[in-house]
């Protein structure tokens, strides 16, 4: 039970982190300025909705597309955690992003998939994050990382929908500021799959 709980705690830290929803929070605000409330809605609920479920199939076939191209675990994880790394580092040289409003604006919608769900809630860092925690794990690890992205994506999608009202209380030198943490621990998390990879890799002992 204990090995569960840290489990858990690890996928949500690491999925909070690599979809960091406050400082995609301004990404959206800046793909929708102008919208009307309810396009904005259904970007938001299908951008989320989309980013799921693609998650969620990547973690339940990852086995078989370990298996088809051949993939080896140390290797997707030395690769997995450069790509994490980078992900990370691009967060900490990010500059502030300026959010503006314009007054209904025609919004096309389809920015629900691409680039919303794809690349930004669901992209690389995620797909490789979940497959990670699900490589060679058991039915019950498979369940709670498809569990905890879909807790993640709800929790993307209020921070969405009360994007406005939190950019206007918090700021945005504070949403700045946690997206570099956010960031930092990216790129940290990205580390360590580089040097887990390396010692399954040489049969080293940790």
Known sequence: MDNLITFSIAVFTAFFAITNPISNMTVFLSLTQGAHRKTKHDINRRSNFIAFIIVAVFVLLGKYIFELFNITIPAFKITGGI?????????????????????????????????????????????????????????VHIILVIAIFGSMSLLTYFTFRLSDLIVKIVGNNVISVIGKIMGLIIAIIGTGMIITGIKLAFNLVA
């Open 83 to 139: 790509l994490i790394f980078f992900i990370g580092f691009d967060m900490l040289q990010s500059k502030q992003s300026n959010v503006k409003t314009i007054d209904n604006v025609d919004i096309d919608e389809n920015i629900a998939v691409s680039p919303l769900a794809i690349p930004i809630l669901a992209g690389p860092g995620t797909i490789v994050t979940a497959m990670n925690f699900v490589a060679k794990a058991e039915t």
